[in-house]
């Protein structure tokens, strides 16, 4: 384990190459799985107060599920807040362009810069970040569909938590990434 601040990473998200490569999966992380992605109660609010930007980039499944169901639910297993699913088990932002599922609410994002890119459970994949009382723990999630975000990490010798460089910063704030990255640094050189 490297620690930074109350942070425990694992020594995976370090060493273990990943950068996604979605012409080759498709998207498909958006519809796999066993439930939508987690929310966090502020990104409840994001999502809501932006919605309307949002909703100019869903598809009609999506939009028919949003006025029937909403946005949000809670996942039956964990009681957890997730995105509302699709019938065919997409979540309810995902939309398809050019065969390949995308996000609305990055969409949306992008065109309208509202400061919320996607759920951050989303943004940090393949991160996991478990909460405990006094730490967080970090870890390298394995899911055989991302072998070819694994090969392409490989060949453009990119790690995790390179990868997921953006969504820790906005995760845990750009002063920590760069201790994390004088701890990495320090983790190779022992």
């Known amino acids: 384990m490297i620690k930074v601040d109350?942070?425990?990473i694992s020594e995976d998200i370090v060493e273990k190459a990943f950068a996604c490569d979605v012409i080759a999966c498709k998207g498909v992380c958006c519809i796999e799985g066993d439930a939508g992605a987690p929310l966090e109660a502020e990104e409840i609010d994001q999502i809501a107060k932006n919605l309307e930007n949002i909703k100019t980039e869903m598809d009609d499944t999506g939009l028919a599920l949003?006025?029937?169901d909403?946005?949000?639910e809670k996942d039956p297993f964990?009681?957890?807040d997730v995105t509302t699913?699709?019938?065919n088990k997409e979540c309810v932002f995902v939309v398809k362009k050019d065969g390949i599922l995308n996000c609305a609410i990055e969409i949306a994002n992008k065109i309208n810069d509202f400061g919320f890119p996607k759920p951050i459970s989303c943004h940090l994949y393949p991160v996991?970040?478990?909460k405990y009382s006094e730490?967080?723990?970090l870890n390298y999630h394995r899911w055989s569909i991302c072998v070819d975000a694994c090969a392409k990490g490989k060949e453009d010798d990119v790690?995790?938590?390179e990868f997921a460089k953006s969504a820790l910063q906005r995760k845990f704030g750009e002063e920590w990434y760069v201790k994390l990255e004088i701890a990495v640094k320090e983790y190779f050189n022992r």
């Open 128 to 130: 996991r970040i478990d």
């Open 66 to 68: 949003l006025e029937k």
């Open 85 to 87: 699913c699709k019938p």
């Open 159 to 161: 790690k995790v938590f």
């Open 70 to 72: 909403g946005f949000a």
């Open 6 to 8: 109350n942070c425990l």
């Open 135 to 137: 730490f967080y723990a």
């Open 78 to 80: 964990d009681m957890m």
